[in-house]
């Protein structure tokens, strides 16, 4: 028995279902049955890739593998913002990118891409599971109570773009239909889906933005906060669209179980 694994949290799953099917894999061979397993470290539901489980004693350990630094590939969808800064989350603004070309848009990302790297303070996402005053910051948002929302500060090594690619009306309606649809449990995914299909079948936009990167980051960063500022900061609106874990400390997608 291994006191680290490194499982591959599919998309639409929680840590926690991750975690119940390795152990359901593992009920043959009676490994794990009796042994207490954490996460360290989480995953929302509609990012996928590296997650770290501890196992036995190394649970003792949890705090020196919450502080270890992450890479992550994601990409950016731009033209809507969403509450919750992903594609699952209630759209909150759109704008139809008439007046901008593919190039343009990407001059625009790779000159304000500095101002994501180095250290500076990041605002945690309404939709967290930071806590404030015992209360996570999600069910604040979700009872529509008012609660100042912390910051910490972030360490970016580097961020990378690789470019914009584009993806038609019809392809981008089912792709989101798809992946919400991966997702169990109370996320306010019926309502979510009714906005995207209202919002995409009143848009005259035929087709859409979505750029790609790649960012090696401190722990505790959220990525999704990135894509949502650096759309403030290029005033166009935009979310996270994708994003996948890829390294974890010295453990990488080459060792996921």
Not at 61 to 75: D, I, P, R, T
Not at 161 to 173: A, D, E, H, N, Y
Request: charged share 30%.
């Amino acid at each position: 028995m291994k006191n680290i694994v490194i499982l591959n949290k599919k998309q639409g799953e929680t840590p926690l279902e991750a975690l119940g099917r390795f152990r359901k894999k593992n009920k043959q061979n009676k490994k794990y049955k009796d042994i207490k397993m954490t996460y360290a470290g989480r995953l929302d539901p509609m990012a996928s890739g590296l997650l770290l489980i501890l196992a036995g004693e190394e649970i003792k350990q949890k705090e020196k593998y919450l502080v270890l630094g992450k890479e992550y590939e994601f990409e950016v969808l731009f033209g809507f913002i969403t509450d919750t800064y992903d594609i699952l989350g209630k759209v909150v603004h759109s704008n139809i990118l008439t007046n901008i070309g593919m190039k343009d848009l990407g001059r625009n990302v790779k000159k304000n891409l500095k101002f994501f790297t180095g250290k500076f303070e990041q605002t945690y996402p309404i939709y967290s599971s930071k806590t404030v005053k015992g209360k996570p910051l999600f069910e604040y948002a979700r009872g529509g109570e008012e609660v100042e929302v912390p910051t910490r500060e972030v360490n970016v090594r580097s961020l990378k773009f690789f470019g914009i690619r584009t993806i038609g009306s019809k392809q981008f309606l089912k792709n989101i239909e798809k992946r919400i649809g991966l997702v169990r449990g109370d996320f306010r995914q019926k309502e979510i889906l009714q906005i995207w299909q209202r919002e995409l079948s009143a848009t005259k936009q035929q087709k859409f933005f979505i750029g790609s990167f790649k960012i090696k980051c401190s722990s505790g960063t959220y990525v999704r906060g990135i894509a949502n500022d650096l759309g403030k900061k290029i005033s166009i609106p935009a979310l996270a669209y994708s994003i996948k874990r890829t390294k974890i400390g010295k453990w990488t997608a080459r060792i996921v179980k």
